[in-house]
């Protein structure tokens, strides 16, 4: 009887105090970047794998352990010579980075636009990066089977120097531009 009680007693705890683990949905995610072109246009890129979870704490209204691992060989930008050359070492050197990681915590979640205080790894180098981002949606998907998975929908937005990672090649001639702009849009699925 005595064990019922405590177990009646610490549910709420249990229920309350949790904080819901999401994992990124690999065939609802985008993680893209835009970077000037000799000056004529933008060049719009996309990287096709990455892993990525993260905690969202519904009583406190936050977001904690983000880690986003991004498979630097998995580069797309629609033109194969470019492509390899994004690959080598001139760039994203993926030999010897095959991974690039963002990881954020304790994030406080706004109506509107929450900034998400964290840190690129990239080529090794690790400096902070804030993203401004929005929950669009966090419900039960409308797909699926009987049992319909709870889902958040997010998007952020963040510029990133690549010369900060070390990145300079056709820098000097302005070939290539410095900075990068990422679009992030991604589901999750709580688990």
Same mark, same amino acid.
């Given at each position: ?6 177990? /009646? ?13 999401? +994992? ?8 893209? &970047? /835009? ?8 060049? /719009?890129?996309?990287? #096709? ?8 704490? %519904? ?5 904690? !352990? ?16 470019? !492509? ?7 760039? %994203? !050197? ?8 963002? +990881? ?38 409308? &797909?699926?089977? /009987? ?14 120097? #690549? ?15 410095? !900075? ?12």
């Amino acid at each position: 009887m005595f064990k019922k009680i405590i177990i /009646l007693l610490l549910i709420p705890i249990i229920v309350f105090g949790s904080e819901d683990k999401y +994992v990124i949905d690999k065939t609802h995610f985008s993680v893209g &970047f /835009l970077v000037e072109h000799v000056g004529y246009a933008k060049t /719009l890129g996309m990287f #096709r794998e990455i892993d990525g979870s993260y905690t969202h704490d %519904l009583e406190n209204n936050k977001i904690n !352990d983000i880690k986003i691992v991004i498979n630097t060989n998995s580069v797309f930008t629609n033109h194969d010579k470019r !492509d390899k050359h994004l690959i080598s070492p001139d760039f %994203l !050197d993926v030999e010897k980075h095959p991974e690039m990681i963002f +990881v954020a915590n304790n994030i406080n979640i706004n109506k509107n636009e929450t900034l998400i205080n964290g840190s690129l790894t990239l080529l090794g180098v690790t400096k902070p990066l804030t993203l401004k981002g929005k929950i669009n949606k966090i419900g039960k998907y409308p &797909f699926g089977g /009987l049992i319909k998975p709870y889902v958040m929908g997010i998007s952020a937005r963040g510029i990133i120097k #690549r010369s900060d990672y070390g990145m300079m090649y056709a820098l000097k001639d302005n070939l290539v531009g410095d !900075d990068i702009e990422l679009i992030i849009e991604f589901e999750a699925r709580r688990q």
